[in-house]
């Protein structure tokens, strides 16, 4: 399915200026696999009539479902697993320990797609905080609609729990209804889910009412944004957080901002950071 050079043009710029994800020449394939449903849902003929509809209303139904659908990434739970292995050994007890051991530890899980990341911490917070119900607040927020309404609904496929989700959790996390699988509801009430746009300049008065947070997840997103677009947010990540709160970025992603300052702490040969 064909798409003219300066449509494609103008749905990258579009892209890049809503969400801050940035596709190369490369990534037409992306936007032809992933818009097959727009199309479907909207009865439109062809992406360069796609293309031409978004451009007449950048703000309408069409346009926002296009961003969703080209924002929204497939994850698993307990994902490369070493994050929660270090929440678990080094910072909650870090910040259990702290104060009087009964302050909130509050946590933003910053691109949180169908909820398999905010659920896996919640579930290692259970584990390694005492009262952790009456402690751990989580925010866990995402641009996609769609993806935000999938993780409140916290139902999940045979599939999805077999990726990364260990027995033990499961049993002790899920409730199984038919071929589905339930998070239960003591779970659940640590976590507040909300769209957020982390390339949006209303980000931190958006959050600030639920922080400043301890804890940060922002992994695998960073390498979709260009470079003076990735130091913003992580910028903003920063005046989110605690000084001293911790940052989990994806492998091979580094928070360089224009103001704020890192310490990189290795944890099993991964890097993590705290905000200096």
């Known amino acids: 399915m064909s798409l003219r050079p300066e449509l494609f043009r103008y749905l990258r710029e579009f892209l890049e200026c809503k969400s801050g994800l940035v596709l190369d020449d490369s990534k037409l394939y992306l936007i032809r696999s992933r818009v097959q449903t727009l199309l479907r849902n909207f009865e439109i003929a062809d992406m360069d009539t796609l293309a031409q509809q978004i451009k007449r209303d950048e703000n309408g139904k069409l346009a926002h479902c296009f961003i969703d659908e080209m924002t929204t990434n497939e994850t698993l739970f307990f994902r490369d697993a070493y994050p929660f292995e270090a929440l678990k050994t080094l910072v909650f007890p870090e910040l259990t320990h702290a104060g009087n051991g009964n302050e909130s530890i ?82 659940k009430e640590m976590l507040t889910f909300q769209t957020a746009n982390l390339v949006g300049d209303s980000l931190i008065g958006q959050v600030r009412r639920f922080g400043p947070f301890d804890i940060v997840f922002c992994r695998n997103v960073l390498i979709y944004f260009a470079p003076e677009e990735r130091k913003k947010v992580i910028d903003r990540l920063a005046r989110s957080m605690k000084k001293g709160g911790y940052l989990f970025t994806g492998a091979t992603e580094t928070p360089e901002g224009h103001n704020s300052k890192w310490e990189c702490m290795m944890f099993k040969g991964k890097r993590i950071w705290k905000l200096l």
């Open 106 to 187: 509050r946590i933003w899980s910053a691109a949180s797609s169908r909820g398999q990341e905010p659920y896996s911490i919640a579930m290692t917070a259970s584990e390694a905080v005492p009262m952790a119900d009456k402690r751990v607040f989580i925010l866990a927020t995402d641009l996609s609609e769609s993806a935000i309404a999938y993780a409140r609904e916290a139902k999940y496929t045979q599939m999805e729990v077999q990726r990364g989700m260990p027995v033990q959790q499961l049993v002790r996390f899920f409730n199984q209804e038919g071929i589905d699988w339930f998070i239960r509801d003591e779970l």
